[in-house]
């Protein structure tokens, strides 16, 4: 079965300090993609980073960075030096190719970043 | 990155009554867009996956007489619900992507409340 787990319902982070949202998946495809989205109070989902199951080296973009073990099957984010406007609900997706491709959302991960 | 919008952002209706809802993609050619509705506190559930010219593929549970979608030009599809009732209330988002990419983008989602 396809599936993402996220199995951090909510976490806490001082401010300026790095966090980590846990997210592992399973899929018996050789290629998929993993995403992270951001979707604060507003509901907008914000594309954060990209992972390609071929990709060697782990995706970062700026403050993110995806820890990728593909062996245990993991992509967790890593949030660097949080700011208050991090505080949001974070989605991790797998994209699957199931006729055309879709994505398989995780049940997300409320972050609150204290001052 | 690449913008889409959805129209429009808030919508309270009375039972019976259909509503329609536009995603468009500003800045691209979105080959595919994809229709989903959000519970509160709940993750993104895909209802539908639409490509340019053709037919929607609906996911199983999914009414396709109920949950109406177009995608008639590379940078418009339409989502219209059918003889609104309560239980259809809920957050939609779409979201699109264009040839060659996995990475989706999303709209800024479409309350919709049914009295």
């Known amino acids: 079965a396809q599936k993402i787990t996220q199995t951090q319902p909510g976490m806490f982070v001082q401010e300026k300090e790095a966090v980590t949202l846990d997210c592992t998946y399973d899929?018996?495809?050789?290629?998929?993609?993993l995403f992270w989205y951001k979707q604060p109070s507003s509901g907008e989902m914000i594309f954060l980073i990209y992972q390609g199951s071929y990709d060697e080296q782990n995706a970062t973009e700026g403050r993110y960075s995806l820890n990728f073990q593909k062996a245990r099957k993991s992509a967790n984010l890593v949030i660097s030096a949080s700011q208050l406007g991090d505080s949001a609900m974070y989605f991790c997706a797998m994209r699957v190719a199931s006729g055309t491709y879709k994505y398989i959302f995780g049940t997300g991960t409320r972050l609150k970043v204290l001052a | 990155g690449a913008v889409v919008s959805q129209h429009p952002s808030r919508v309270i209706c009375k039972s019976g009554t259909s509503v329609k809802i536009e995603c468009r993609s500003l800045d691209f050619q979105a080959t595919t867009m994809f229709w989903y509705r959000q519970f509160p506190k709940q993750s993104l559930m895909l209802m539908a996956t639409s490509n340019e010219g053709s037919k929607a593929t609906y996911e199983q549970g999914v009414e396709k007489d109920k949950f109406l979608i177009n995608h008639a030009s590379l940078t418009l599809s339409t989502l219209t619900v059918t003889s609104a009732h309560p239980e259809d209330s809920s957050f939609y988002i779409c979201?699109?992507?264009?040839?060659?990419?996995?990475?989706?983008?999303f709209g800024p989602g479409t309350r919709l409340t049914v009295l």
């Open positions: 899929t018996s495809d050789q290629s998929y993609g």
């Open positions: 979201s699109a992507s264009g040839a060659g990419t996995d990475t989706q983008y």
